[in-house]
């Protein structure tokens, strides 16, 4: 459930960052840009910033297992740092996913508005 929240607040976010650029998209269309030349500085941002939210949330994951660990030592124990690896990894790659997919689509929707429906 909290998966989907958060995917819902990230989609919501980039929507309205797009939204905000959507007469450069616009004045990008005018003087002959592609699609994909105008698409792709916004997806290489969005690849950034989700590279910078997977960094944070595995600083917050670690200081969580820190503090795991070091309360519940016989219970807990990430002593196999292959899976705290993969565990990374994944953070990092669903990051950049769910961040660069919500990208595209909100560019590609005002690709394919008409100028009459940019003011409203």
């Not at 590279?51 to 519940?72: D, P, R, S, T």
Request: charged residues 15%; contains cysteine; hydrophobic residues 60%.
């Amino acid at each position: 459930m909290l998966f989907l929240i958060a995917i819902a607040l990230i989609n919501n976010t980039i929507r309205l960052s797009v939204y905000s650029k959507r007469f450069i998209i616009n004045t990008m269309q005018l003087v002959g840009a592609t699609r994909g030349f105008i698409r792709r500085p916004f997806l290489y941002r969005s690849a950034l910033h989700g590279i910078i939210a997977a960094i944070f949330a595995i600083g917050l994951l670690v200081g969580v297992m820190y503090f795991a660990q070091k309360e519940f030592n016989e219970i807990i124990s990430f002593q196999d740092i292959e899976i705290v690896g993969f565990l990374f990894f994944c953070v990092l790659i669903i990051g950049i996913v769910i961040n660069w997919i919500s990208t595209f689509f909100a560019v590609s929707k005002f690709l394919r508005m008409n100028v009459d429906k940019l003011y409203y």
